[in-house]
T-cell receptor, first 117, second 116 residues
Framework: DGGITQSPKYLFRKEGQNVTLSCEQN?????MYWYRQDPGQGLRLIYY???????QKGDIAEGYSVSREKKESFPLTVTSAQKNPTAFYLC????????????????FGPGTRLTVL | AQTVTQSQPEMSVQEAETVTLSCTYD???????LFWYKQPPSRQMILVIR??????QNATENRFSVNFQKAAKSFSLKISDSQLGDAAMYFC?????????????FGTGTRLQVTL
């Protein structure tokens, strides 16, 4: 079955530690995205990548880093510089948008809940 | 920058009844897409319905329909014949057609309860 997997489902981090969240997709999508979800704030875009070896900052990139070495994988590292990392993190993917492509739906993974101890 | 506003943090509907969730947005663009996503307790985001701004006809997907008022920048979701499985968080989202990335801007969500 095609889809997006995120691991782990729950992650605990001590203050001052970097942690990496995994996101893998087998949908052959070019574009991938990372969102952060906090209570009462909806989803906010952290980073996105339209193609391998390329990525751009979203609205709240400070304290995060990403890499896109393979089409299938887009890991997110939460660094110690992120002041309030406790949140629910969602990864998504889509075909690369070409202007008025109305059917360029984003598919979401099941998410990772990160808690800082 | 675009913004999306959902002014109803929580809504409740009885099973088999109809409920409407509100969404307004702010943009200077003339072409764009609007979406409603559902997030059940499993937290998996599921696309419910989409609307292209250049289409005047309101989108419909089975029991889900939208009321798209472009001039008023309003995009409400109507759920007919509500079912217990409709209980979830519902997010309204905006996507620009400029650029090549399908970046979505989300509202803060509306939690829908369905009662017997």
């Amino acid at each position: 079955d095609g889809g997006i997997t995120q691991s782990p489902k729950y992650l605990f981090r001590k203050e001052g530690q970097n942690v990496t969240l995994s996101c893998e997709q087998n949908l052959n999508h070019d574009a991938m995205y990372w969102y952060r979800q906090d209570p009462g704030q909806g989803l906010r875009l952290i980073y996105y990548s339209q193609i391998v070896n390329d990525f751009q900052k979203g609205d709240i990139a400070e304290g995060y880093s990403v890499s896109r070495e393979k089409k299938e994988s887009f890991p997110l590292t939460v660094t110690s510089a992120q002041k309030n990392p406790t949140a629910f993190y969602l990864c998504a993917s889509s075909r690369r948008s070409l202007g008025l492509d109305a059917y360029n739906e984003q598919f979401f993974g099941p998410g990772t809940r990160l808690t800082v101890l | 920058a675009q913004t999306v506003t959902q002014s109803q943090p929580e809504m409740s509907v009885q099973e088999a009844e109809t409920v409407t969730l509100s969404c307004t947005y702010d943009t200077s663009e003339s072409d764009y897409y609007l979406f409603w996503y559902k997030q059940p307790p499993s937290r998996q985001m599921i696309l419910v319905i989409r609307q292209e701004a250049y289409k005047q006809q309101n989108a419909t997907e089975n029991r889900f329909s939208v009321n798209f008022q472009k001039a008023a920048k309003s995009f409400s979701l109507k759920i007919s014949d509500s079912q217990l499985g409709d209980a979830a968080m519902y997010f309204c989202a905006y996507r620009s057609v400029t650029g090549t990335a399908s970046k979505l801007t989300f509202g803060t969500g509306t939690r829908l309860q369905v009662t017997l």
